[in-house]
């Protein structure tokens, strides 16, 4: 049985400040027609799925062995991490589908998996954060030549995997080394025979990588060789100024900290790729470098070591910006870096060498910050109004995040390009422990920063609005662990004999949108109100079209709605007295009030109409239904069918056939034998009441059925009841 259009009925686990509004839209518990999201949700991506539909996909940061199965297209079943997609109506905002995002995984060796040895850890590890690139995001021919979906296994020695969201096959990329992976972002090379990724590598004391792919290297034409993931190099960054030979070459945080700070380096590449050596000295059966191996590497050419890279993500206006948080440990590098530090990298791609300048925007550590600021940035997004919002999750002990302040985990904005970055921090949403689904409970209410947010994405320009106005993002709440977490789907995945949250779902959680202050949002209802004269009000031009009420009072007046385009639809027209005209677009009500009006359905769907009194005329579409009310009305139906029509009071005239026939029957509620008409058009000369099939309550041309007359036989019609043109 269908649930969908779907949207939670669970209270939200994160609350606005600032003016900032969420709203929910999946639980973790829920099932959208018959597809049950597990929990741990984490990086999103997002892309328009066609004119009303945005598809978004989201991680599951599951272990390789846990949650229950899910089976591939060829039959295998794995166990562990997974991408689901939601796809939301742009309109709605609710969502319409949800499934697995992927029916094919090819595993490193290039080979389709059929077993779930096939993978390295027998199944997919730990799913974090992602980012999609969309095609030639740089320009023609720049960037990637397909829109890709990027998400990584944060395991030491993790393989980051490439989706492509045209054929949902999902492949493991061993040419961008190893990782625990939390993102990878899209940079601009200034060229189109290269792509760059810039690379969060989520572990103590861990280099800044840099991947840099030629695209058709090997000229085969597949999906990893056109998009330059089939062969490249692999750099880290090291703090040395090539402009500067006297230059100190910082190490650490211990040399480089405090907000506004900044220093030069460059990027040198690691020999990680020996295919000479596959399989011997550090290397591994196709020649790629160990995780171990890959590690020496970097600090043998003295790469700066971070204290936990996070989260990255590009400057929208600038493909060679990013932005990266590195989320904070106490027990390295002095502590210097206990609170979490967020970086702005700023890359020149030269013909002889690559240099990137580093600028910390916020440092953690600063006096007067600490545990009343900024704490533990992980996910983030680089806006595309030019902010750029941060998630914390708590990476230090419960004994300091939350200990001082009180604040649970929460959302920040600043804006990099201010004079003080830093000074511009400022809280926006932060996690709310009372949205706890009412099939689950909290084992651990108190304790501060057990929930976490994650995978916020700027997705306002896919649903229609302005930049930074409208955010996608979701909630890990890792101490929901029973209810529906156990029950749905309710299987021993491990087969040890006991029921539990790592056989299903395992942890709580939630996928919601963050609305900024003030926002006007497309989806928003707005009332409309024209004068008394004779109006005219066109969607997209003196109203959004999109689930608004229309008042045209009196005067006669003109409503076109589907002018509003593709999202244009869901609105409430009430057109008073006078002749009016209304052009419906899908999900429309009209509601004509006394005057001739005329209600032009005829590219619509699932619409309700109501002329009022007057001789009222309609042009209907599809699934839709029309009440003509008192008056001698005319209903002319198309090609669409499935609408049911009311006549009301009067003579009304039922077109039931225009011209092409309907692909489903229109069902006429009310038809009165001796008063109304049943007209037929558009079939060419000498069609007429001979060449209809009258049985039952039904008529039918040849094998089709037009219509469906309710509480009428209609073998007692005669061709009196019928009007041929």
């Not at 989706?163 to 939390?182: F, M, Q, S, V, Y």
């Not at 020649?287 to 936990?308: H, I, P, V």
């Not at 109004?385 to 941060?390: D, E, Q, R, V």
């Not at 066109?538 to 076109?560: K, L, P, Q, S, Y």
Request: aromatic share 10%.
């Amino acid at each position: 049985m269908t649930n969908t259009p779907f949207d939670t009925t669970q209270p939200a686990q994160v609350q606005g400040l600032d003016g900032y509004t969420v709203d929910p839209i999946f639980t973790v518990g829920e099932t959208i027609d018959g597809y049950t999201p597990p929990g741990i949700l984490d990086g999103t991506g997002a892309f328009e799925l066609n004119e009303t539909t945005v598809r978004v996909l989201v991680n599951h940061e599951t272990a390789n062995n846990v949650g229950y199965a899910y089976t591939l297209e060829n039959g295998t079943s794995l166990t562990g991490a997974r991408i689901s997609y939601f796809d939301i109506d742009k309109r709605t905002l609710q969502i319409v589908d949800s499934g697995l995002a992927y029916d094919t995984i090819y595993n490193r060796a290039g080979e389709i998996v059929d077993e779930a040895s096939d993978l390295e850890f027998s199944g997919i590890n730990r799913f974090c954060s992602a980012n999609l690139m969309e095609a030639n995001h740089f320009g023609s021919g720049k960037g990637f030549a397909d829109t890709i979906y990027f998400a990584g296994e944060e395991t030491d020695g993790g393989t980051q995997f490439a989706l492509d969201t045209a054929t949902n096959e999902l492949w493991a990329l061993p040419w961008l080394g190893r990782a625990a992976w939390e993102s990878a972002t899209e940079l601009d090379t200034g060229n189109t025979d290269q792509i760059a990724l810039l690379i969060g590598d989520d572990r103590e004391t861990a280099p800044l990588i840099l991947y840099v792919g030629e695209k058709n290297a090997n000229g085969d034409g597949s999906f990893l060789d056109r998009n330059g993931l089939a062969e490249g190099k692999l750099y880290v960054w090291v703090a040395d100024d090539t402009a500067n030979a006297s230059d100190a070459i910082e190490a650490d945080p211990r040399d480089f900290s405090g907000s506004g700070s900044s220093t030069n380096g460059k990027f040198v590449e690691i020999d990680y790729y020996r295919l000479d050596l596959a399989g011997t000295n550090g290397y591994d059966a196709q020649g790629f470098a160990t995780q171990e191996k890959q590690d020496a590497l970097a600090a043998a050419a003295g790469a700066f070591k971070f204290s936990r890279p996070e989260d990255v993500a590009t400057n929208p206006f600038d493909g060679t910006e990013a932005v990266l948080a590195s989320t904070g440990r106490p027990e390295v590098f002095d502590g210097k870096d206990t609170w979490g530090t967020t970086y702005k990298i700023d890359v020149d791609f030269g013909a002889s060498e690559i240099t990137a300048n580093l600028n910390i925007l916020y440092d953690g550590n600063d006096e007067g910050n600490k545990d009343f600021g900024l704490r533990s940035p992980d996910n983030l997004d680089w806006a595309d109004n030019g902010l750029i919002y941060l998630q914390e999750d708590r990476a230090i002990g419960a004994d300091l995040f939350g200990a001082t302040s009180g604040e649970e985990a929460s959302i920040w904005v600043l804006d990099p390009d201010a004079a003080d970055p830093a000074a511009t921090a400022t809280r926006i949403a932060q996690i709310d422990r009372s949205g706890v689904p009412s099939d689950q409970t909290d084992s651990s209410p108190t304790d501060i920063g057990n929930w976490e947010s994650s995978g916020i994405l700027d997705v306002s320009t896919l649903f229609g609005n302005a930049p930074g106005t409208q955010f996608i993002l979701d909630v890990q709440a890792h101490s929901l662990r029973d209810g529906n977490i156990i029950n749905v789907p309710g299987v021993d995945t491990d087969g040890d004999g006991t029921v539990e949250a790592n056989d299903n779902l395992v942890q709580g959680g939630q996928l919601l949108f963050l609305i900024s202050p003030d926002a006007s949002l497309i989806q928003d209802e707005n009332l409309v109100f024209s004068s008394s004269n004779a109006d005219d009000l066109v969607a997209g031009v003196d109203f959004d079209g999109v689930n608004d009420i229309v008042f045209t009072g009196a005067g006669n007046d003109e409503v076109d709605i589907p002018f509003g385009g593709s999202l244009a639809g869901n609105n409430r027209v009430f057109t008073g007295s006078g002749a009016d005209i209304v052009y419906v677009a899908d999900g429309d009500r009209s509601f004509g009030g006394s005057g001739n009006d005329e209600i032009d359905a005829t590219d619509a769907t699932d619409y309700r109409l109501a002329g009022g009194t007057g001789n009222d005329i309609f042009y209907l579409g599809a699934d839709g239904r029309a009440l003509g009310g008192d008056g001698d009305d005319q209903f002319y139906v198309q090609d669409g069918g499935n609408n049911w029509l009311s006549g009301g009071a009067g003579a009304d005239q039922f077109w039931i056939l225009t011209g092409d026939l309907p692909g489903t029957a229109n069902t006429v509620l009310d038809f009165e034998t001796g008063t109304d008409v049943l007209g037929i058009g558009g079939q060419g000369t000498g069609f007429d009441f001979a060449d209809l099939t009258l049985s039952g309550n039904s008529i039918a041309v040849g094998s089709t059925t037009i219509a469906i007359l309710t509480g009428i036989n209609t073998t007692s019609l005669t061709a009196a009841n019928f009007a041929f043109v």
